[in-house]
Each structure stands twice: as C-alpha cells, then as structure tokens.
C-alpha cells in the first residue's frame, strides 16, 4: 500500500482554510452588495451623517456585547493602528459612501466604490510585497474592463461630486484592507472582533459630531427606516466586517479585495430591481466580465494555497 506524502493532511487543510474564506467572502458579498439599497432607501428618512453614526457606533456595541458574552479580549490593544483603521473603515469608507448615494444612484455608487481592490493591487506591492503574477493579470484586466463598462466615464460629469466621493471612500477601504494586514501579521493572535470593535468604535466618534454640528431635518423612525438601520447594524456592519477580516486573514489583500468584487454586481442588479435603476447594455456587459474575474481569482487562489512542493516530504 503506497504512503501518503506527509505533508497532505497539511495541504488538506490548507484547501479547507482557502474554501472556508471564499466562502466567508461570497456570504458578505451578499450583504455588501444588497446593502447598497438598504442604505439608498435609509437616506431617505435621515441624513447621511445621522444614518452613518447610528450605523457605526451600534454596530461597535453589537460588537462589544458578543465579546463580554463570548469572553474574549476586551482591552484595546495597538491604539496608534487601530485609531487609523477606524478613521479609514469607518469615517472614510462608511461616511463617505453614505455621502455618496444621497448624491448619485446605488448602482454607480457601488461599483466606483469597488475599484478599492485596484488601489489595493497598487499599495500591496509596494507595502506587503504581493506581486500581481501570471494569471491574476488576467483577472485584473477583465475587472477593469468591466469596471470601466459599467462606470460609464463619459457620463461623469452628471453626478461627478457623488463620483469622487464614492472613489475617495473605495481608496479609504483599499489603504485600510493593507494596514489591516499588516497589523495581522505584526500581531496574528490579535482577537478577530477585538480588531473589528474598536476601530468601530473609536471612527463613529467624529461622524456622530458631524452629525450633531450639521443641521439636517429631523430623522423619520418609520418601520423601513428602524430595518435599514437593524440590517446595516447587525449584517452590514458586524457580521460582514468579521467575514471580511476573516479572509483578510488567510487570503492575499488583492485576492481577497478581488474577490469580493461581486457585491457591486450585486449592487446593480438590485438597484435595477428594487429602484428602478435600469443598467444599460455597456452595464450588463461589465457585470459579465467582473464575474469573469471573480471566478478566474478564486479558482488561482485554491490552486496556489494547495499546490503540492515536491520538495516536501522528501527528507
């Protein structure tokens, strides 16, 4: 009977670990990607700043209660990271895509919002030494062509302030998802919602000033209005940013900010159907190739994680 390599139950794992955090990638896609239209429908009964700070910093207390419940680390540790995480998460990327949709459509908002794994592929190289090889090339050019379909530039001009301000929020995300990693890999036994707390937490801080020293009408408590706060609470805001860390965790920044570009798509096509915002052809073709994109980086990243070394074993 032939024995097996001593290194398979390890490659066996690796393989489960992979799938665990695709998988984990695909459940948060769902909600990122639907959210769009949560938050599109909550802005309508408040304004940005006021539905951004009941967003982040319930979702910090949601976050704070399961760790006193589950018992784990309650202590803020690596402050000077954490407090920039949390100007980037959650100032910065929530803030400013809620700022974004009350001044533009769902749909664009999302997609522009989502070149962050462009600027993640950029900062990643330099700052994690992850180098775009071989077929990942392949995925890149097909999101960015679908990217550029569905971002429509030669309509910019319509709703460019909601433009910039959707792409200053992805770049937010795309700087935060490498600081993130970086941290796991000065301080890999950190507690997964310890880091997702805190920075939470401490970045509601200044978006709930902004909202009490803007003026802006008083919020509508109706029944849409307490649901889209719940499902940007409870879904969006906690167990979406858990997911994303845990994949941040044992994938690539670019592979994992790759694949998560199918929330945008998602994005789209639920705005499509619940708004009544109609992707054009030039849309619908990009979303076809931003999928093409997603598969072809999540198969590279299971092969790459459970491919045997020959080497191994051999000793």
């Given at each position: 009977m032939q024995k097996k390599p001593e290194n398979q139950p390890e490659n066996t794992s690796d393989k489960k670990l992979v799938i665990k955090a695709l998988s984990a990638l695909?459940?948060?896609?769902?909600?990122?990607?639907?959210?769009?239209?949560?938050?599109?429908?909550?802005?309508?009964?408040?304004?940005?700043?006021?539905?951004?700070?009941?967003?982040?910093?319930?979702?910090?207390?949601?976050?704070?209660?399961?760790?006193?419940?589950?018992?784990?680390?309650?202590?803020?540790?690596?402050?000077?990271?954490?407090?920039?995480?949390?100007?980037?998460?959650?100032?910065?990327?929530?803030?400013?895509?809620?700022?974004?949709?009350?001044?533009?459509?769902?749909?664009?908002?999302?997609?522009?919002?989502?070149?962050?794994?462009?600027?993640?592929?950029?900062?990643?190289?330099?700052?994690?030494?992850?180098?775009?090889?071989?077929?990942?090339?392949?995925?890149?050019?097909?999101?960015?062509?679908?990217?550029?379909?569905?971002?429509?530039?030669?309509?910019?001009?319509?709703?460019?302030?909601?433009?910039?301000?959707?792409?200053?929020?992805?770049?937010?995300?795309?700087?935060?998802?490498?600081?993130s990693k970086r941290l796991h890999q000065r301080a890999p036994h950190l507690d997964l919602l310890n880091l997702t707390a805190w920075p939470m937490l401490l970045g509601s801080i200044p978006i709930i000033a902004i909202a009490f020293i803007l003026p802006a009408p008083p919020i509508q408590w109706t029944g849409v209005f307490i649901s889209t706060v719940l499902f940007n609470v409870i879904l969006s805001g906690c167990l979406a940013w858990v997911l994303w860390l845990y994949a941040l965790q044992r994938l690539q920044a670019g592979v994992a900010s790759m694949a998560s570009m199918l929330a945008p798509v998602i994005g789209v096509v639920a705005a499509w159907i619940q708004l009544e915002e109609v992707p054009n052809s030039y849309e619908l073709i990009g979303m076809i190739f931003i999928a093409l994109a997603l598969v072809t980086i999540s198969i590279i990243s299971i092969r790459k994680h459970t491919e045997i070394d020959p080497a191994q074993g051999q000793e």
């Open positions: 695909f459940i948060l896609t769902l909600i990122w990607g639907y959210n769009w239209v949560v938050m599109k429908l909550a802005v309508q009964y408040a304004s940005p700043f006021q539905f951004a700070a009941m967003r982040t910093f319930l979702g910090a207390v949601v976050l704070f209660v399961l760790i006193a419940l589950t018992k784990r680390p309650l202590a803020l540790k690596e402050f000077p990271t954490m407090l920039t995480l949390g100007i980037l998460q959650t100032c910065g990327f929530t803030g400013l895509l809620i700022w974004a949709l009350v001044e533009g459509g769902a749909g664009k908002t999302a997609v522009l919002t989502y070149t962050m794994p462009f600027w993640v592929m950029l900062f990643a190289w330099p700052m994690l030494g992850e180098k775009v090889q071989g077929w990942q090339w392949l995925a890149v050019v097909l999101a960015l062509f679908g990217m550029v379909l569905i971002f429509d530039p030669l309509h910019i001009k319509s709703d460019g302030f909601s433009m910039v301000l959707a792409l200053l929020s992805g770049i937010s995300w795309a700087i935060s998802a490498i600081i």
